[in-house]
């Protein structure tokens, strides 16, 4: 049994080389008994190797039946990807930590789950699907008005507008540029609504392959095709509760006329099946384009738009509110800290003078990325414009300087456009790779490509 139980090990560790890319991770079987568990940091979680295989997750974690993600995943076979919880650090300091557990099957199933963790904002699942357990804790796992920091008039009205439309069960459409925190919106109204006890389920459209897509949003019967087994869908999934859809204009145009259909009968039928099935589910999509723009070039089929548009949020992108950019540094400077047991106090005048400059393609989440990268690099109780490399790049290649020339033959609009254009194409020119750069921008690949071909940037031979 022993030499089993080591070989099964040894197999482990060589499957999970993906280890530097998780603080650590955690198997176990189909009652939840630990048989496999890694970490990078010792420190990690407040146990010793030795204590934990062998026993169920519920004796070792401070959970229950209800709230363990591993013991929900055990019981419905659905992933769970991106729940955020605190986790008690051996030093007696809480963190946040972001878990994604899956599933474990042999046709219909479930022999274990495989939970993988991070003590940190880095979590490779994190923009596809987000399903929070289950219960009373449902709650922690969602964000609310008070998550959205800013000082600035137009979110202010964007808050309000919130509280207003969170308490209808009405579709809501989202239009924000990338970065510009549409999930956290998304969150907030599902956390201001009758349904805030319900699940948030929460999948990228454009992260999903096409032929996927239908699956996934519906389940499958057994037999429906090679492989398939009887699976609940994300509608199903979401029963009760909201679901949300981002990049929905991603997603194909016979999976949208589904989605139509769904949301007008309240109906799914799954795939491969003929029951229709009832479901009550808020629908909440987003877009990261103008959806006028997205019905003209036929990515957003015109009666799914007209069906969603009962009521629309628009989320401002950072340069239309640079009030906000300090208050969000300050807000990301003091998570850092918290996160990372360092004092930084700010940022330089001249990041700063830099900062209200600068035109955020990527938006919020450009932002914050840049300010957890700069923290690596700061040796001193502030953040100077050396911390961040970027900024030399950038600097280098479009010669900043605080006065932007005017054409007044040329409208706004335009005059925005080119500038944001000069900015992607100077982040692709010094950079390797389409990732290094969407890194560089805080945006997602796929934005940077939909960037490259609407901006007609030009990619240097390599």
Not at 157 to 183: C, N
Not at 232 to 244: K, Q
């Amino acid at each position: 049994m022993e030499q089993k139980q080591e070989e099964l090990v040894n197999h482990l560790d060589r499957l999970f080389q993906i280890e530097n890319f998780y603080d650590g991770i955690l198997v176990t079987d189909q009652n939840g008994m630990i048989v496999y568990y890694k970490r990078k940091y010792r420190d990690t979680i407040n146990a010793k190797k030795q204590d934990i295989i062998g026993r169920s997750v519920l004796e070792v974690f401070p959970v229950t039946e209800k709230s363990s993600t591993i013991m929900e995943v055990l019981r419905t076979g659905i992933p769970i990807v991106d729940c955020q919880e605190e986790i008690v650090l051996a030093n007696g300091q809480r963190t946040p930590c972001i878990f994604s557990t899956i599933p474990v099957k042999s046709g219909s199933r479930t022999l274990g789950a495989i939970e993988v963790f991070n003590a940190s904002c880095n979590n490779p699942f994190r923009d596809v699907i987000h399903i929070p357990v289950k219960g009373s804790d449902i709650l922690r796992n969602i964000h609310t008005i008070d998550s959205i920091i800013s000082q600035s008039f137009v979110m202010s009205r964007l808050k309000e507008r919130i509280r207003i439309v969170g308490p209808s069960d009405l579709a809501v459409l989202i239009y924000g540029e990338t970065g510009t925190g549409k999930d956290l919106v998304s969150q907030a109204i599902h956390a201001h609504s009758g349904r805030k006890h319900g699940k948030f389920i929460s999948l990228n459209c454009a992260a999903i392959p096409g032929t996927l897509l239908e699956s996934m949003l519906f389940g499958t019967v057994k037999g429906s095709y090679t492989g398939a087994n009887d699976q609940l869908g994300l509608f199903e999934a979401a029963n009760e509760g909201t679901l949300f859809l981002d990049e929905i204009n991603k997603m194909d145009m016979a999976s949208q006329s589904k989605i139509l259909k769904a949301i007008e009968e309240q109906k799914i039928r799954r795939v491969g099946g003929i029951e229709e099935i009832p479901v009550n589910v808020r629908i909440i999509a987003a877009l990261n384009q103008d959806p006028e723009v997205c019905v003209s070039n036929q990515t957003l089929r015109q009666d799914l738009y007209y069906r969603l548009n009962v009521l629309q949020l628009r989320i401002p992108p950072l340069r239309e509110r640079k009030e906000d950019i300090e208050t969000l540094t300050a807000h990301f400077i003091r998570q850092c800290n918290k996160e990372r047991n360092k004092h930084i106090l700010g940022i330089s005048r001249e990041a700063r003078d830099f900062f209200l400059d600068y035109p955020w393609p990527g938006n919020v989440r450009e932002l914050k990325n840049s300010i957890e990268g700069a923290f690596l690099m700061a040796e001193g109780p502030e953040i100077g414009v050396s911390d961040f490399d970027w900024i030399k790049n950038v600097d280098t290649a479009l010669h900043w300087n605080r006065s932007v020339s005017w054409d007044k033959d040329s409208s706004l609009k335009t005059q925005v456009k080119e500038y944001e254009r000069s900015i992607v194409q100077a982040a692709v020119n010094n950079s390797g790779t389409l990732q290094e750069a969407a890194d560089r921008l805080g945006i997602s690949k796929q934005s940077l490509n939909y960037k490259i071909k609407d901006l007609k940037i030009q990619r240097p031979a390599r």
